[in-house]
């Protein structure tokens, strides 16, 4: 993308569905009948991480961007499970209502853990699955992700992200959030950071922005812990769509030496480690994953 043409957010609009209320932002495709994609943020994140990717994608696809439950502008789910499998029947519900048949499926982090329990469980509506720095089990605890097994201590947790929320304004988390998933937070527009606090200082007002962020959180950690036959890694050897995987080298938060073990448990899938890339590769180098994925993933 050029460091002079910044393409704007995508307008944003509700969908009102039986369990739930969607935020969603809708990049239509260059022509009618592309087949439709669907993208999933990260913890903390909303649909607004995805605007440059879906823009590179568009001669591709139909693309459609959520906010999960709890994130973003869409109030929790009704049922109130912020589990990664409950985050999925979000998605569900979403492409179900779209019904444009199977998509290709586009998850970051924490929407990486739930993209993979969508594919694994409803493989009938996974066209591809593309995972971009994906939150799933592993040994290798970075320096950047070490506190969250903190944060996520019932009761402690709780102080933390309100001490946070009182004493740090919205501008400065901001930056915080960049800094800590950008390898080169000079990358970052400046409308694009204006975007996101925006956003950010729109959802503080919500009484549940921070026990949607905890609630979410721990349900994440819980599948690292899970030793059941719907672990994680064990869901991936039930997908069988292609599977393309992502990683940043000088992301701080998931070790990119992680990818050792995608190809042992995916049965179609393609793993790319992107050099100079953090957390947040189709953010910061969206013209990269778009690539990858044309190679990998189009059909």
Known sequence: MSETTVVPAWPREEIMLARRTLTVRHAPGAEPGLPTAVYLHGLGGSSLNWTDLMHDLQPHVDGWAVDLGGFG??????????TPAGHARSAV?????????????????????????????????????????????????????????VIAVPGVGER??????????????????????????????????????????????????????????????????????????????????????VYGRKDPLVDSRTAHRVTKHFRD???????????????????FVAAAWERFCLD
Request: with cysteine.
């Open 93 to 149: 519900d979403l492409i179900e209502s779209l019904g444009t048949g199977p998509v290709h499926l586009f998850g970051n982090s924490m929407g990486g853990a739930v993209a993979l329990q969508l594919a694994a469980r409803r493989p009938d509506l996974v066209r591809t699955l593309t995972l971009i720095s994906p939150a799933l089990p592993s040994l290798m605890i970075t320096k950047s992700s070490a506190h969250l097994p």
């Open 160 to 245: 933390m992200v309100a001490k946070f929320m009182e004493n740090i304004d919205v501008a400065t988390r901001a930056q915080g959030s960049v800094d800590v998933t950008f390898a080169d937070s000079s990358r970052v527009a400046p409308e694009r950071f204006e975007e996101a606090t925006r956003m950010l200082a729109d959802h503080d007002r919500h009484p549940y922005a921070a026990d949607a962020f905890l609630r979410s959180l721990r349900g994440l950690l819980r599948t690292y812990a899970d030793v059941g036959p719907n672990r994680p890694w064990k869901l991936a050897e039930r997908v069988t769509c292609p599977t393309l995987v």
């Open 269 to 287: 899938a393609h793993v790319v480690v992107l050099p100079d890339s953090g957390h947040v590769a189709q953010m910061e180098h969206p013209e």
């Open 73 to 82: 502008y869409s109030p929790p789910p009704r049922d109130g499970d912020l």
